[in-house]
């Protein structure tokens, strides 16, 4: 799989679903019902984040669900993403890149939303490829008004903003032409995880789903 693939294929899986739910898990018990509370909601595209002792045990879980693709988040190194991939993980998203990292995840045939914050590394990554990246953390780096900013020289690329952003932003970001989606901790906040609230859940997923403004046409694909 090259890049240019990657990006293809991520934006496919990306570009209706508006919302991808970032995940902490601290206990790999929770991870099916939490995967099949956020499907029911309509949220089937999820990154799990591997901070926790839980998450790889988790993607191997979550990942032998069907009609659900799982994502690694937080992936590092080479051996995060080989990690990752034999538990099943269906794509990576890094919070930055590095060339091992990308290496690595193409080795493996993982598909890699790669991470960036400023015109330098989103033009690095598009110089290899990636035209569908991750902008993070997005709030701390201007929000909106920096992705509206770097539209204009770099309108061929494609975001998933993600860091800081609530409920109520996430319709704003959506609307901007240049983001498939966005990655929201909001959906499933480890309270509600750790109480096994699986209603509210797959409510705040629904009600997502059904907020969302209309997907924007993709420039970049086929």
Not at 14 to 26: A, H, Q, Y
Not at 33 to 56: K, M, N, S
Not at 71 to 96: N, Q, R
Not at 170 to 180: D, F, G
């Amino acid at each position: 799989m090259t890049p240019d693939d990657s990006s293809r294929w991520l934006r496919r899986a990306c570009r209706d679903i508006g919302v991808m739910p970032v995940l902490t898990i601290e206990y790999a018990k929770h991870s099916v019902p939490l995967a099949r509370a956020l499907a029911d909601g309509g949220l089937h595209v999820i990154e799990v984040t591997l901070r926790t002792d839980a998450a790889l045990d988790s993607i191997r879980e979550m990942s032998a669900m069907s009609g659900i693709l799982i994502g690694a988040g937080t992936l590092l190194t080479p051996a995060c993403a080989e990690k990752a991939k034999k538990a099943g993980a269906a794509f990576g998203v890094s919070p930055g890149s590095t060339d091992g990292l990308i290496q690595a995840c193409l080795d493996l045939d993982l598909p890699l939303l790669p991470g960036a914050a400023t015109a330098s590394e989103i033009m690095a990554l598009s110089d290899q490829g990636f035209d569908f990246v991750k902008f993070f953390p997005a709030e701390t780096n201007g929000g909106l008004a920096a992705l509206s900013a770097l539209a204009s020289p770099l309108p061929h690329v494609s975001y998933c903003p993600t860091g800081g952003i609530t409920a109520a932003s996430a319709n704003r970001y959506l609307e901007h032409q240049n983001i498939i989606c966005v990655g929201g901790s909001w959906i499933a906040p480890a309270d509600t995880i750790i109480a096994e609230d699986w209603d509210r859940i797959r409510a705040t997923a629904q009600r997502t789903r059904s907020d969302r403004p209309p997907a924007p046409s993709d420039n970049c694909s086929p």
